[in-house]
């Protein structure tokens, strides 16, 4: 017939018989070989498709049509051309965020500190101590970094844990004995006993109740300082250095 003759090869005349082109791409991080390519009529051609380590192959289409996460495809008996096309996706890896009591770090990730980080990519984190607290040490895949303010991980490849730890600063709490009459003031929680010891330090934020206790033949008039006034207990939190003078 008609059609038989213009699609049959052209055998036995000395004339080249008619070539396809079957036009191969691949993704962002993938390869696919050979590259677009010409094949005889009647030929086989078998493409391998491959993913570098950062990505991986997704799905593989034939003319339009998907033959799902396959590594190679041979076109068998070609009289036409073909298109093969290979999807990838980047993969991703997780830094677990955390932060000790007394401070912060961002980014903090999901609800479980998880923070989602495309592979070859940087991430940076930055850790922030809360008022009266200062970065005691940072903790990177279980080694100690010190008391850094940042960390920057770097070609992510991997999961990994960074973790910081805060203290709180330790203010001086000062007590002056004022007057001619004599006698103890104590603290609690304990630090402070004067006459032995007039001076205790003590955690950011805590409450210290200092109590007046006057020796016979002596009566306590009052407090001053530290906020403090009156003759009961005196409560002082702390923030920064301070002094009270028991009278």
Known sequence: SV?????APLSGTGETPPTYTITATAGSGGTITPSSTTVNYGGSQTFNISADSCHTLTDVKVDGISQGAITSYTFTNITADHTIEASLAIRSYF???EAHSGGSISPSGDSHGKVQVACGANQTFFITADPGYYINDVK????????INSYTFTNVTANHTITAFFASNPYMLTVTKSGIGSG???????????GITCSGTFNYGTSVILSATPD??????GWSGGGCSGTGDCTVTMTADTTV???
């Open 3 to 7: 059609n038989s003759l213009l699609t």
């Open 95 to 97: 830094i677990t965020a």
């Open 140 to 147: 990177v895949d279980g080694v100690l970094q010190g008391p």
């Open 184 to 194: 103890t003031v104590t603290s609690s929680p304990t630090g402070i006993s004067c």
């Open 216 to 221: 016979a033949g002596s009566s306590f008039t």
């Open 245 to 247: 003078i028991a009278n």
